[in-house]
């Protein structure tokens, strides 16, 4: 079957129609609350509470002894925001970094996960098998309430973004003129902090405690590298995501045993690199060709100035001159005189070179600023 037909099954399927709208719905809430996250310079905190995330769905199913999904996204959703409670406290009341405090909550609530995961998995009863897909994630285990609380969550996301899209956006550049307004700082950063938890428990049945950071950091960050506008990174990081959703679910369903999890980071990683190579913004490529640019044009600049200077020595500023006088100078590249008659500040007639009235104003007002700068 080829990719374009597995394409049109995964809308016209009913399963996997319920598992490709689930994760494009996902990535699109991924992308767009990680943007905050992003601009937050809080990359790693989809990391920490992914990860502290595990022993909520330990400790569920431990004391309900249930398996349903929701029940244990609850658990992972009230530890989740009691991890961000102590990141928060930890930051505030001590003198460790942002940084050190996620790496510290992550490692210890994600070792007491893993230790009570182990303790489970060890118990005499087969109702526990299966928990451990919350550590990569099983998108095929998606149903259509999934993905109607998926839906419902960031269609709330949307409607709490449009509501109180000016005092995030004050907040997100300049926390300390958005107090001088009069807004409630700390609710606005609470408010945020709760989406961000809670779009990354809804994704772990998907995507899985180990990868989630990664779907929400990776769409923020390729539409980062595309606009410099809050309002179009949010809407392109959403599309990006949900981007990423629909080709790594496309790509999952091609093969067998390949987990549509990481099929989807991985895509969305190929768009980030893609992003960082050929953006025209930020793009490592457009940098290159920028800096190449930049460079010609210092080299005209440079020969202008050379021929302006040995111009002036005479009368006539159009009278010609050797093409051979420029080759004593250092670093003069030839190329340039190209560009310099494209752009008629000089006239070239077999060996020989003059400068246009064009080329005369242009070199005498560089050599004038020049002037007034040295002074």
């Known amino acids: 079957m080829s990719l374009f037909n597995i394409f049109i099954e995964l809308f016209t399927d009913t399963t996997l129609r319920t598992i490709t709208i689930g994760t494009m719905v996902l990535g699109a809430a991924s992308g767009m609350l990680g943007s905050f996250a992003v ?73 007491f996960g893993m230790l009570l995961l182990t303790y489970v998995q060890k118990l ?4 526990q098998a299966g928990l451990d897909k919350y550590l990569f994630g099983q998108a095929a285990t998606l149903v259509s309430q999934d993905v109607y609380i998926l839906g419902g969550v960031t269609m709330f996301a949307l409607l709490v973004l449009f509501l109180f899209w000016k005092e995030f956006k004050i907040m997100l550049f300049d926390a300390d003129y958005a107090k001088t307004l009069g807004f409630n700082v700390k609710f606005i950063d609470i408010l945020i902090t709760f989406f961000i938890v809670l779009t990354i428990v809804l994704g772990l049945q ?74 025209p913004i930020r793009g490592i490529l457009f940098q290159q060709i920028r800096l190449h640019q930049n460079r010609n044009n210092l080299e005209q600049m440079k020969t202008l100035q ?70």
């Open 124 to 127: 005499p009863d087969a109702n």
């Open 306 to 375: 050379l021929m302006f200077n040995i111009a002036i020595k005479h009368k006539d500023f159009t009278h010609p001159h050797s093409i051979g006088i420029l080759n004593n100078f250092r670093g003069f590249p030839k190329s340039s005189l190209n560009k310099m008659v494209e752009n008629e500040w000089i006239q070239i007639s077999g060996n020989q070179w003059n400068l246009t009235e064009t080329g005369f104003k242009e070199a005498k007002e560089m050599f004038h600023s020049n002037t007034e700068n040295h002074e």
């Open 39 to 111: 601009l937050r310079k809080e990359s790693l905190l989809g990391d920490a509470i992914s990860h502290a995330a595990l022993p909520g769905i330990i400790l569920a199913f431990m004391f309900t002894g249930s398996k349903e999904s929701y029940i244990l996204l609850i658990g992972a959703l009230i530890v989740g925001l009691i991890g961000t409670l102590w990141i928060r406290g930890i930051i505030h009341t001590t003198q460790l970094k942002t940084d050190a405090a996620l790496g510290l909550i992550l490692s210890i609530f994600f070792g």
């Open 206 to 279: 998907t995507v899985g405690v180990v990868l989630m950071s990664a779907l929400l950091l990776a769409p923020a960050a390729a539409a980062r590298q595309w606009t410099n506008s809050l309002s179009k990174m949010v809407a392109l990081a959403a599309f990006i995501g949900a981007l990423a959703g629909l080709i790594g679910t496309g790509i999952s369903a091609s093969e067998e045993n390949l987990s549509t999890g990481p099929v989807i980071v991985i895509v969305a990683s190929a768009l980030v690199l893609f992003s960082f190579i050929f953006s």
